[in-house]
């Protein structure tokens, strides 16, 4: 089974940028469609963004369009999602999961707590 590892949290100022990636390492992974997610503190977890599994298909939600951008790097084996124009409401951990269908991927506003795989997250603090 494919395993996530997920870098490039940490702390920002509001109008800030920062940029997250997911690393699938292995053959399959290239065969996932991938989703960013959020999670708050006391909040349930959230889609974010996502794309599918050869990158050409891309999905956000409401919140962070036009601010976010979701990509898969040439190889496949790393999905990255940019972060711009931060807002103190974008604080949360980060997860990235993979699953082989797109749907279960993008449901909203509930999501798939039983996909595929998931990553371990990582911490996005957004300060004043």
């Known amino acids: 089974q494919v395993q996530l590892l997920e870098s490039g949290g940490g702390l920002v100022q509001t109008g800030g940028s920062l940029s997250l990636s997911c690393a699938g390492p292995?053959?399959?992974?290239?065969?996932?469609?991938v989703g960013w997610f959020r999670q708050a503190p006391g909040q349930e977890r959230e889609f974010v963004a996502a794309v599918n599994w050869n990158g050409h298909g891309t999905e956000y939600a409401d919140s962070v369009q036009g601010r976010f951008y979701i990509r898969r790097s040439t190889d496949k084996n790393t999905v990255y999602l940019q972060m711009n124009s931060l807002k103190l409401e974008d604080t949360a951990v980060y997860y990235c999961a993979a699953d082989m269908n797109w749907g279960r991927v993008v449901a909203r506003p509930k999501v798939y707590m039983n996909l595929e795989v998931w990553g371990q997250g990582t911490l996005v603090t957004v300060s004043s």
């Open positions: 292995g053959s399959t992974f290239s065969d996932y469609n």
